[in-house]
């Protein structure tokens, strides 16, 4: 199970690797929404990915909207995870195809409660 | 006379703190404390342009900086050095959360620039004035937070 992660920041990246790492993804990474629709093309296809709004050279709702318009991607989860934290800005990304949204800064919890609502991890049973 | 929209002290420092604990942990906490001398090391600013307009701006020390650039890449303090690069982008991170979550708490809709990071003080717009100044300490070293506001009659 891939995540590909979204940022144009390789802190913020490095933060979100050890995340979903921990809830067992594997993770690829890209540096903005056109290095991650790169991947894409070329076949690889993740479960997750988590999405930077602001980024240089292709920002994250244009990405999204890029892989909503294409049938064959249409499993891949999409989670925001971002600064922008205006009501509208949220509408418009869900509207455009997100799954969920995030707002950082947030903490490795708050990831992994997405992640169970939207089915992608087992909540872990109580010991 | 227009008027101007302008966060409180208290909820910068709140973005602040948050910020703050989220992605550098609670055992260091982020201490309010009086202004005083700041040898600026790294800062980094970013500017929202929209219904609010303004800039906001993170100023520390160089051993600061590379401490957060450590953590946030979770670095070894041992084995690994931190380049400017990875400094530049940990404090620019840091800079857009914080302003992301002040650009929420005004008047929008509005837009966030990406981070501008310099090693030393990032310029500013002559055209903007101080608003709120949240001088803290973390980890016993000092660092400026600070939102200017573009005001209409400057303009």
């Not at chain 1, 509208?88 to 869900?94: D, E, M, S, Y």
């Not at chain 1, 995030?102 to 490795?108: A, D, G, N, Q, W």
């Not at chain 2, 709140?14 to 001398?37: K, N």
Request: with cysteine; net charge negative.
């Amino acid at each position: 199970m891939y995540a590909l992660i979204i940022d144009d920041s390789r802190a913020m990246r490095s933060i979100l690797r050890r995340i979903v790492t921990d809830l067992g993804f594997e993770t690829l990474e890209a540096g903005d929404g056109q290095e991650a629709l790169d991947h894409l093309e070329a076949g690889r296809i993740p479960t997750l990915c988590l999405i930077d709004w602001n980024m240089p050279v292709m920002d994250g709702y244009t990405f999204i909207t890029r892989v909503r318009a294409n049938p064959e991607w249409r499993d891949i989860t999409l989670m925001m995870v971002t600064t922008e934290s205006e009501h509208g800005q949220i509408v418009r990304a869900l509207a455009a195809g997100a799954h969920e949204y995030v707002i950082k800064p947030f903490t490795p919890d708050a990831i992994a409660d997405k992640l169970e609502m939207l089915g992608l991890v087992a909540k872990p049973v109580p010991a | 006379m227009s008027t101007v929209v302008e966060p409180s002290l208290t909820d910068v420092q709140m973005v602040v703190e948050e910020v703050w604990t989220s992605f550098l942990g609670a055992e260091d906490p982020l201490l309010p404390m009086a202004p005083g001398t700041l040898e600026v090391g790294w800062s980094a600013a970013v500017t929202v342009s929209g219904e609010w307009q303004g800039a906001v701006s993170v100023e520390l020390p160089r051993s600061m900086a590379e401490e957060i650039t450590r953590r946030m890449l979770d670095l070894d303090d041992e084995v690994e050095e931190v380049g400017d690069d990875d400094v530049a982008d940990a404090v620019g991170e840091l800079v857009n959360m914080i302003g992301g979550n002040v650009k929420s708490l005004m008047p929008g809709p509005s837009a966030l620039s990406l981070p501008v990071v310099a090693a030393g003080r990032v310029a500013r717009a002559s055209d903007v004035v101080e608003a709120c100044r949240l001088d803290a300490s973390w980890a016993g070293a000092p660092l400026l937070v600070s939102v200017h506001v573009r005001h209409p009659e400057m303009g």
